[in-house]
C-alpha cells in the first residue's frame, strides 16, 4: 500500500512561499527555488503549485515569482487538503463482501461509520492548523537543531 505525498509536498511548497517572502532577499519564487528546498524536480514542483492556484492559494507573476494570496496565517491545512484533491481517505474493499458470510454482511456499513468519524476528526483537525503555524514550528525546529551543517536557505 503506498501513500499519497501531495498533501505533504503542497504544505512544504507554500511553507517555503511564506518563509521566501518574509525575508529581506526577496528572489522570484521560481519552481526551480522551490523544488531545491524539497529535493525533487521543478515539474513536481509545478505540478502542485498549479492545484494551489486554483485553489486560489497562490499566484504568479514573472517580478515576483510565486506567492500567496493571503497572510499565510488565513490559509489553514483543510484549505490545502482539500486544494489536493481532498475526498475519502479510507477506501472499500475492490469487491463487495459476501454478503451470506456474518462478516462480509455487516462490516462496509460499519467501516463506513468508523471512517466518517475519522474524516470528520482529521478535517477539524486540519481546520486548526494555518501555514503560519506549520512555519513558525519548522524554523523552531530548524533553531534546535541536529549539529549538522544546514543549507541555509529557503
Not at 521560481?30 to 513536481?44: D, K, M
Not at 478535517?123 to 486548526?128: E, G, I, K, P, V
Request: with cysteine.
Amino acid at each position: 500500500m503506498s501513500t499519497n505525498n501531495r498533501m505533504s509536498l503542497a504544505v512544504h511548497v507554500l511553507t517555503w512561499i511564506a518563509f521566501d517572502r518574509r525575508g529581506s532577499d526577496k528572489e522570484v519564487g521560481t519552481s526551480q527555488r522551490i523544488a531545491t528546498s524539497v529535493n525533487t524536480n521543478p515539474v513536481v514542483i509545478r505540478r502542485s503549485l498549479i492545484d494551489l492556484r486554483e485553489a486560489g492559494l497562490v499566484e504568479s507573476s514573472r517580478s515576483r515569482g510565486w506567492t500567496l494570496t493571503r497572510d499565510a496565517s488565513k490559509i489553514t491545512l483543510l484549505d490545502v487538503y482539500n486544494a489536493v484533491g481532498g475526498g475519502e481517505i479510507f477506501g472499500m474493499h475492490a469487491s463487495p463482501p459476501d454478503a451470506e458470510c456474518y462478516v462480509g454482511y455487516g462490516i462496509q456499513p460499519v467501516l463506513t461509520r468508523v471512517y466518517e468519524r475519522a474524516t470528520t476528526a482529521l478535517r477539524d483537525s486540519l481546520a486548526t492548523t494555518t501555514i503560519a503555524d506549520i512555519l513558525r514550528d519548522t524554523m523552531a525546529q530548524f533553531e534546535i537543531g541536529s549539529g549538522a551543517e544546514i543549507n541555509r536557505g529557503p
